[in-house]
């Protein structure tokens, strides 16, 4: 008979360190993984459309109990959980909170993660994760992937807006997945936030990095753009700053022109969660409502963009859409982020804990309790 024992992991910061999470050229290949498993459809999303990013908690914009958090932009709490196929088969849930104020207020990072996995037959927990790094990591390797599918390949310069961490995982990504990038430059609202930036990415990429004062000029002529800006801030990239055969990469809230849109290549991370964000947004309270991406839907519901042109990265990567990497037409990339791909960088880690002995074993019990 089997044991009924369990034992599941414990993964803190420095193991996560151990186990490779910083291996960004890895998790790129992971996330590629990744959007073919969501090309081919071999996964589950939460919500009753399986394909909901996940849920989060609406904090009130003006809490009538003492001691609830305010609603606002980046203050929130979330809960994303899914299932992946392929090599990985198992569940996992993402569970996290934000708050814009906490590097200020708090010395924390403004987000902080905590991931766990289970075994997709049996529900036994495998591992418990810290997240952030994880987190961050996937999130720039999937802008390194959309640069390795859409990128024109003589891409040589990078503009960044915002120079935060997920700024900071994307440019490594890009830069790993771009040979051919000579030449970074990034604007920040904060300048020593620039400044910081500067020294790390010149260091540890060995790559030119130069700083700018206007948004625009991190925008105009780049080969590639990418922003990843916080707050309630949304900034706007005019049609005119964008070159010809340039890839727009977003892992943060930007808006774009109309004209842009029913021009480039318009690439999501995974269409059917996009769609899904505008089911669950009409349900929010009309002051209330975010949709992300609402002017692209507005778009192809008036039929000026066709569905049937928009193809998303699992579907490229999978092989079931492709775009002409050498073409003159811009491409639009946009990623909100799916549990998918934190599960399967995080099962990554798992293995690498247990054959590597990292992290410490926490018995949930020796006989379940029976009734
Ligand atoms: N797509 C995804 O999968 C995904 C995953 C994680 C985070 N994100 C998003 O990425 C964004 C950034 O995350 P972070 O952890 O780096 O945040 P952060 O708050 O740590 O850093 C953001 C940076 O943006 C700068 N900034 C704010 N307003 C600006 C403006 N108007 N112009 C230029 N710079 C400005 C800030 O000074 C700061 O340096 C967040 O909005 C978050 O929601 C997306």
Not at 314 to 339: C, E, H, P, Q, V
Request: aromatic share 8%; with cysteine; net charge negative.
């Amino acid at each position: 008979m089997s044991s009924s024992r369990l034992v599941m992991k414990f993964l803190s910061q420095q193991d996560m360190i151990a186990a490779g999470v910083t291996d960004m050229e890895r998790c790129i290949d992971t996330m590629d993984e990744v959007f073919t498993l969501l090309g081919k459809g071999d996964y589950v999303m939460g919500g009753s459309t399986r394909n909901s990013h996940g849920q989060r908690i609406w904090f009130p914009k003006e809490p009538k109990f003492e001691g609830m958090p305010k609603g606002g932009p980046d203050q929130r709490f979330m809960s994303l959980p899914g299932y992946l196929g392929g090599r990985f088969k198992v569940c996992g849930n993402k569970w996290y909170g934000s708050n814009v104020n906490n590097p200020q207020k708090h010395g924390l990072p403004r987000s902080i993660l905590t991931m766990t996995l289970n075994d997709a037959e049996t529900a036994s927990p495998l591992a418990v994760m810290e997240a952030n790094i994880l987190s961050g990591m996937r999130t720039g390797a999937v802008v390194g992937l959309s640069a390795r599918y859409l990128a024109r390949e003589d891409s040589e310069t990078l503009g960044v807006i915002a120079a935060g961490p997920i700024s900071k995982f994307s440019t490594s990504a890009i830069v790993k997945a771009v040979p051919s990038l000579k030449k970074v430059t990034v604007f920040d609202i904060n300048k020593e936030a620039s400044r910081i930036f500067c020294e790390e990415m010149g260091e540890q990429l060995n790559i030119d990095v130069t700083i700018v004062n206007r948004f625009e000029d991190a925008v105009i002529g780049q080969d590639i753009i990418t922003s990843a800006i916080s707050g309630d801030h949304t900034p706007l990239f005019k049609d005119e700053w964008l070159k010809e055969g340039s890839l727009l990469t977003l892992p943060g809230r930007a808006n774009v022109e109309k004209n842009y849109l029913k021009e480039a290549y318009v690439v999501p991370d995974g269409w059917e969660m996009q769609k899904t964000y505008k089911i669950e947004g009409l349900m929010l309270p009309e002051d209330e409502r975010t949709i992300p991406h609402i002017q692209l839907h507005s778009l192809v519901d008036s039929g000026e963009i066709r569905e049937s042109d928009i193809n998303d990265l699992g579907k490229i990567a999978a092989g079931l859409a492709t775009i002409d990497k050498a073409s003159d037409k811009r491409r639009y990339f946009i990623s909100n982020g799916m549990i998918l791909q934190d599960i399967g960088w995080a099962m990554v880690m798992y293995e690498n804990a247990v054959e590597k002995g990292l992290g410490q074993d926490l018995v949930m019990w020796e006989q379940p309790y029976r009734v």
